[in-house]
Nanobody, 123 residues
Framework: QVQLVESGGGLVQAGGSLRLSCAAS????????MGWFRQAPGKEREFVAA????????YYADSAKGRFTISRANARSAVYLQMNSLKPEDTAVYYC????????????????WGQGTQVTVSS
């Protein structure tokens, strides 16, 4: 089992920044991929970014490229999402997730999820 706890959400004005954290515990493995997803009201949960524990290779949704940066702690204990130049359309609940598989973008490939943290961007 893997436990994930997100933090760092909040209310920010458009153009501002937030840094989300995801504390990971339990049976984390070097083979895991860690991802961030988000879900806005009335919309499906969508992929934002992911990082492989072992190699540090990162992946981004087009909406996140150039504005968001995903990173990891060396001890496989935490994953971060630095979000800059935030827009009102970034408003959503952001979820941290973990998968032992190779797929990165599909949410149904992720086995473990945190409870989510709310990000609200005002215009």
């Amino acid at each position: 089992q893997v436990q994930l706890v997100e933090s760092g959400g909040g209310l920010v004005q458009a153009g501002g920044s937030l840094r989300l954290s995801c504390a990971a515990s339990g049976r984390t493995s070097n083979s895991y991929t860690m991802g961030w997803f988000r879900q806005a009201p009335g919309k499906e949960r969508e992929f934002v970014a992911a990082i492989r524990w072992s190699s540090g290779i990162t992946y981004y949704a087009d909406s996140a490229k150039g504005r968001f940066t995903i990173s990891r702690a060396n001890a496989r204990s935490a994953v971060y999402l630095q979000m800059n130049s935030l827009k009102p359309e970034d408003t959503a609940v952001y979820y941290c997730a973990a998968t032992p598989g190779q797929s990165v973008f599909r949410r149904d490939e992720y086995d473990y999820w945190g409870q989510g943290t709310q990000v609200t961007v005002s215009s």
